[in-house]
């Protein structure tokens, strides 16, 4: 989730790329940098921290001249964000300087044969092997637009690229395979950028770049290619009308939207480099030197503790760990039992929540091995952590969590398949699968949010006037049942309980009435019946239900609200979305304060 920023025009190009960093902050900032040609050389200028950090070193002598150049800030997800990992970077020649956002999934075999060839690396980044791809290709192409389509043929994974050369002055070359990248047209003067608002003040007018799509740019001409066959690419021009602040959110109304709509890519990003599918296998090399566990004990606070509870039936079923799972905050303040060969994993978002870091403290103490899994690289969690394992999600900036949720999930799944793996549990077809549906489940989740989003905003309007919802589940969905229930409280402030769908009898369906709703989470699983059972006695007592289910599961409720039919553990990525959305659409419709609901911080950095 890094920033890229391009210019190429009449201007002083390094005002307007700091600018662009500027407006690009909130996707993260650990680190960023700069480059430009100036008399036959690259100048290059990196710096850890924030941009302000970048902006004192730039050196005023050079950077007058330079009037296009390349642009990054970047939101770690490999490597610490020092200024070695810091974009841009260079060739070997130091010919070519290029910004990057994505993961380059085979770059540690590019890079091998990169080295066979003398290719000597400053750093550790697959940012680094794809410049020294393009330098090696054009060693052997002698063009650099054909070095840079073969590169491309060459690498797998995702990836947003601006790159510049010594050697053409005032050209800048972009593309992008499943990373967004836009194309901006001024008059005289041309962007390219992760995201609008790195050049709104400048253009309007802007081309969507699409996956395999190559751009060459100068201060007055642009064309696409297509990155393979070299073909120019018709494309059309688009004007838009949106002010700063919808841009940053990429058009949507509200951060909260937009990160539930980034699902598909966090799944993406999270399995990237995670499945060997020529192996059928599961790698996850942060955590190679960790032996199995016998027990794990997970320990996490608000929905990462949701995520935790859900890892817990997904790692016994598949890995045969025996899991406890505990709200960091309890945990802290209890005599803690050591248990032989036990493994903790602490999971958190921000790294930063203060009774999970103290929690993981405590274990350390007493000499048990934490596994964290964060999503923000550097942070307190992941620095103290002995291994970690980072998600991936990008910035959360809506203070209700939702993709970083989604991407805790994938990556609990995979550590189950993973230890179920090595524990020789499942069949080579199981995994095969598993596999399958994991890789599948990105594209069948963009097709589907929008039609969720609608059926959650008519179904939310009939539910609006409800002082108290249940919301039911059993197995894996009885978590998803709490983390629906609190989404719907932290920024609806409708008072939510999740339960146990068969634990209702033993007291709360007391409450149910006409007035009192319940949401069901009935996927169509072994489980189903039972829950029928449970939603009977709800229906018994005059309550109204709204059901998430799947295609064939016979339920007679007020809403029924259906959704794809995957099986098991995988219909998850769909459940939670809706549930996300179901909180959304009724906190909009209510008129709160979605992103930053009162009473609430991001991170809880306090006891
Ligand atoms: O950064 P963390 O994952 O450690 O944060 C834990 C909770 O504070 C967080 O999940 C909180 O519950 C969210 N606001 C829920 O949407």
Redo the contacts with the bound molecule.
Sequence with gaps: MCGIIAYSGHRPAVPVIIQGLKSLEYRGYDSSGLAFVHLNRIHLFRASGKLEALEARLDSGHVIHATSGIGHTRWATHGLPNEQNAHPHLDVNSDLALVHNGIIENFQELKDMLSGQGCTFRSETDTEVLVCLISFGLSQKGDLRQAVSWALSQVEGSYAFAMISRHHPGTVWAARQASPLIFGLGTGENFIASDIPAFLPFTRDVVFLEDNELVEMTPEKWTVFNARTLEPIEKKTQTISWDVQAARKGGYKHFMLKEIFEQPKVIRDCLAGRIQRHKNSISLPEIKDLPIPSRLHII???????AGLWGKYLLEALAGIPVDVEI?SEFRYKPLVPEKDKVYLT???????AD?LAALRLVREHGFPVLGLC??VGSS?AREADHVIYTQAGPEIS????K??CS?LVLIFLLALYWAEKKRLLTGKDLENAITTLLSLPEALELELPDMRDRAASICKEYSNAQSFFFLGRGLFYPLALEGA??LK?ISYIHAEGYAAGELKHGPIALIDPEFPTFAIAPCDGLLGKVKSNLKEIQARKGRIIALTQPGSGLMVDNEWKIPGQEGPASTFFILPALQLFAYETAVYLGKDVDQPRN?????TVE
Excluded: D, F, P, R
């Design positions: 996490a606070c608000g929905t990462s503790y949701h960091a999971i958190s978002q921000s790294g930063e929540t999970t999503n923000v969690l203070v209700a969590s939702t970083a949720m805790q609190l989404k932290e609430l911080a991001k991170s809880v």
